[in-house]
């Protein structure tokens, strides 16, 4: 038998969270993020249940590429645009959307040989000091843009920096206001936080947002608001067995370093799941848990292949063979987020996501 543990991949939670991201922003085209493995969910298993989105947004070619050869005929926006001047060849062929942040990228489109024209996103510098035209360059961008041949549609972009915050967006949203004042063209502002969080705003919504996080069942302002307050549902469950049980006397300790000493007696629950599964190293005793769907805490340091958990305040039914909830959706609906692990382990649900590793097989709980 192989190691129990696995990743499940729940396609009605990511076209729920879909559906959500489209009642907050009803009237905009919603694109959904699918960068970096659509966030370690798997780009064929994310495409399938996002299908009903208005288009994919991401920045790797290659997953451009794969999404056509899934049959996507939409939209595919590319978020940072090409990187060298021969991507555009790829641009022309899939017939990509790309964003525009730089001169360079300006440079390589007015030597691109093309048939199709292609539409492009300017992306301003709001503030963030990312990518994009700071607002005293955008003008002349989008004038150099709109003179080129190769240049169908110019579309109008950024990206906030804290919608997720207490310093939230006003000051991005005014830099963008008066820096595409006036010019043509469609708008696309939003990530998840922004519209999660200010998305009342007509001008936030804009034509299109970008829903990424929030696509996989995560808060992006946790723990100001936790995914029920935001009625989203994990699209992703790691999960694993109990493979050894201890029971430990007062003075006992557990793990690598000793890190954890039993003041009681207690019994603890040895995990098939460790670092080397992508499972933080960072998350110190008392990260939460389910054993069979119950919750518990880790006891003393992650190890490669193995964390222990806490049994003693559960039913004496937990112990070998039980199932482990490292973070998702429960054996009988219970759900621990994956922000209440990621908090413990001092990130964000984002990374956790992104950092399951190739060990860890992947199974997919289909849409009904
Ligand atoms: C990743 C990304 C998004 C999505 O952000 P979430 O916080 O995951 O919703 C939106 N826009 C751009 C430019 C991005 O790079």
């Known amino acids: 038998m192989p190691r129990p543990i696995e990743a499940l991949i729940h396609q009605p939670a990511l ?4 559906a959500r991201a489209r009642s907050l922003a009803p009237d905009a085209q919603v ?36 999404i056509r050869e899934l049959g996507w005929r939409g939209p595919i926006l590319l978020l940072e645009g090409c990187f060298e001047a021969r991507d555009l060849e790829l641009c022309s062929r899939l017939r990509l959307w790309h964003a525009v942040h730089c001169e360079q990228q300006i440079d390589w489109l007015a030597m691109h040989k093309t048939h199709e024209p292609h539409r492009v996103f300017l992306k301003l510098n709001s503030g963030m000091n ?30 906030f920096s804290d919608a997720d915050g207490a310093r939230g967006i006003a000051h991005q949203l005014a830099a963008f206001r008066s820096a595409t004042d ?12 922004a519209v999660l969080r200010h998305c009342s705003d007509a001008d936030v919504r804009g034509d299109f947002v970008r829903a990424g996080i929030m696509s996989y069942g995560c808060a992006p302002d946790f723990p100001e608001h936790d995914i029920h ?3 989203l549902k994990p699209a992703m469950t ?10 430990l006397q007062p003075g006992d300790t557990v793990g690598y370093g000793s890190t954890f000493r039993a003041e009681a007696p207690m019994r603890i629950g040895v995990v098939a799941c460790g670092y080397a599964d992508g499972y933080p190293r960072h998350c110190p005793t008392g990260t939460p848990v389910l054993v069979d769907g119950q919750r518990t805490r880790t006891v003393g340091r992650v190890s490669m292949d193995m964390l222990a958990v806490d049994l003693s305040e559960l039913p004496a039914s937990c112990g070998f063979g039980s199932e ?10 219970q759900v621990l ?6 908090l413990a382990a001092g990130t964000i649900g984002y990374e956790l996501m992104c950092a399951i590793t190739r060990r860890v097989p992947v199974h997919v709980e289909p849409l009904a």
């Open 15 to 18: 076209a729920h969270n879909l």
């Open 229 to 231: 307050h935001w009625n």
């Open 130 to 159: 990312r990518l994009g035209f700071t607002p005293s360059a955008f003008r002349a961008a989008w004038t150099r843009l709109n003179a080129l041949p190769q240049v169908d549609e110019i579309s109008l972009m950024t990206h």
């Open 324 to 333: 482990v909830t490292l973070w998702g959706q429960g054996p009988r609906g």
């Open 238 to 247: 790691l999960r694993s067995r109990i493979i050894g049980t201890q029971q």
């Open 182 to 193: 006036g010019l043509p063209g469609e708008r696309a502002l939003s990530n998840s936080a």
């Open 31 to 66: 694109l959904a993020v699918v960068k970096a493995n659509a966030y370690g969910h798997g780009i064929a298993h994310a495409y399938e249940a996002l299908r009903s989105a208005d288009g994919f947004a991401l920045l790797d070619l290659d997953e451009a590429q794969l």
């Open 337 to 342: 987020p994956i922000d209440e692990v990621a």
